[in-house]
């Protein structure tokens, strides 16, 4: 059974184009991690899934509904729900304020409390966001996501920016979480991948250039080139 | 236990502020002083515009040019209401509303969906299109002499004692600036607050922002309509100069003067503004001068308004968390 569907997905910016006619089809349970280089085109094909940006070609279908079209929210709504590179929350407001904002959207305002809990951010729920440690403030983006009761996640760069310890809390985390919905993590940290998914689409200069279980991306020759490089 | 957290939430420096001034508003019927009342009863009104401008402008940051227009709204649809349809001042008050409700709607469509910087120029154009309607609409609205001989004796309620009309005027704040702050306290003031922080975040968690936005721009434009109602039964005369856009600017800088990310901020700079602009008036030559020399102190060294300059005081002091005056 298929949930997302993407097809001949093109994003340009003025002449450069970031997104090259990407298409790939992603099953229910599937735990996938999109990689590629710096400038390769993954957050900007995420941003035209969730229409953060209009795409200039192409369909994305998501449970079997044509999203191509759909606003923002309306996708959201519909279970797909997204978190930021660069952390993208409401810093005046408290924790606990923030993840309220989804709480009372999906009806889920009961659980704020427990998934705090879960996150390991209790603690923090009364301090305003800018005052609490990055680290946690992805943890914030993660529960906001979680309390929004998805269907599909994407993250882009979870443990980016996080040190040691903050990074072996949020694999945890995911870890778990890859049970009960589809994950896609895109992400430039390899040993969390390896860790988390069971399968790796490649991306370089906005297109695929591989995709598969990471053990053939892992001995895949291009991908070594490009991106794997040093290793 | 839980209700006693419940109430404890409920519970802050604003609405203890906000008792204390609605009793001592209270207080000043008593002196039976006509000029302290009449000081107070513009320091309500004026409260009530610019508290109800701030739900746009600190909540959900939309900055609009154009409160006159919804002030105006209110000032002539009891003016009209009471002249043509039924003599009653409370009636006519509280037709304000749906009217104001319909005015605030058109206006959104036609102004939220472009973007920030459109809102503010768009506000202003449709204000000063409301503005030269009710002067070359003579036969309706009397043109630039305006409407004369609002009741304040009607079939309902006799409000013309100065103090009843007093009265009056202090059981609309009091209900407005209680309503607020229940609003603020709500799930819809943190929905607006979040509008006003970082509003392209909202979609991706399935929140409309137009419809955020059409929310605090009708509870704003309600607001503001019903201070325009109270003024107009207050002086028994409207005239074109409430829709002028300068008039609609007094709340933006009453905001600025008491501090636009705080609850009371509006309201405290209401009463600074109306005073100032009341018992100074022999200074009138110098107002516009003062008031721009003011504004720029503001934004160049007192961002946070005079809230904030006490907000930082406190917290000099080590007192801060006694002020949890912020929204
Ligand atoms: N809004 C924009 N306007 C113009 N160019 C853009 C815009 N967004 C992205 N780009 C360009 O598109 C290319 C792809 O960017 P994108 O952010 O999708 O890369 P990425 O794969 O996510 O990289 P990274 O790993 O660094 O996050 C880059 O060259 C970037 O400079
Ligand atoms: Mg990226």
Known sequence: ?231 | MYMLRRLRALIDGNIIALLLLIGLLGLISFTGHRFYMYIATLIMIFGIFAMGYNILFGYAGLLSFGHGLFFGVGAYSVALFTLNVYRDPLVGVLFSIPIALLTSIIVGILTLKHGRVYFAILTLALSMIFWSALIKLRWLTGGSDGLVGIPKRGVLVDLSAPTVFYYFTLVFFAAIMLGLYMLNKSRYGLLLRALGTNEDRLPFLGYSTFTLRMIALTISGVVSALAGALYAVFYSVVTPDVAYWTFGAEPLVMSLIGGSSYFLGPLVGAIIFVSLTTTVARFAEYWMLLLGAALIAMILFFRGGLLGFLESLAGRFKLGVYLRWRF
Request: proline share 4%; charged share 30%.
């Open chain 1, 1 to 231: 059974m298929e949930i997302l569907r993407v097809e001949n997905i093109t994003k340009r910016f003025g002449r450069f184009v970031a997104v090259d006619n990407v298409s790939f089809t992603i099953s229910k349970g599937e735990t996938v991690a999109i990689i590629g280089p710096n400038g390769a085109g993954k957050t900007t094909l995420v941003n035209v899934i969730t229409k953060k940006l209009e795409p200039d070609g192409g369909r994305v279908f998501f449970d079997g509904i044509d999203i191509t079209r759909l606003p923002p929210q309306k996708i959201s709504r519909l279970g797909l729900i997204r978190t930021f590179q660069v952390v993208n929350l409401f810093p005046v407001l408290k924790v606990r304020e923030n993840l309220a904002l989804a709480g009372l959207r999906a009806g889920t305002t009961g659980e704020v409390e427990s998934v705090a809990e879960i996150l390991g951010i209790k603690r923090y729920l009364d301090k305003r966001l800018v005052e609490v440690p990055l680290g946690v403030q992805k943890l914030v983006e993660l529960g906001i996501s979680l309390l929004l009761k998805p269907k599909m996640l994407i993250l882009d760069e979870p443990v980016a920016g996080l040190g040691a310890e903050d990074r072996f809390n949020m694999v945890k985390v995911l870890l778990e979480l890859k049970k009960s919905l589809n994950l896609i993590v895109i992400e430039h940290d390899m040993d969390v991948v390896f860790t988390l998914v069971d399968r790796i689409i490649v991306m370089d200069k906005g297109r695929i250039i591989a995709d598969g279980k990471p053990e053939n991306i892992r001995e895949n020759k291009l991908v070594k080139e490009i991106y794997l490089g040093g290793e």
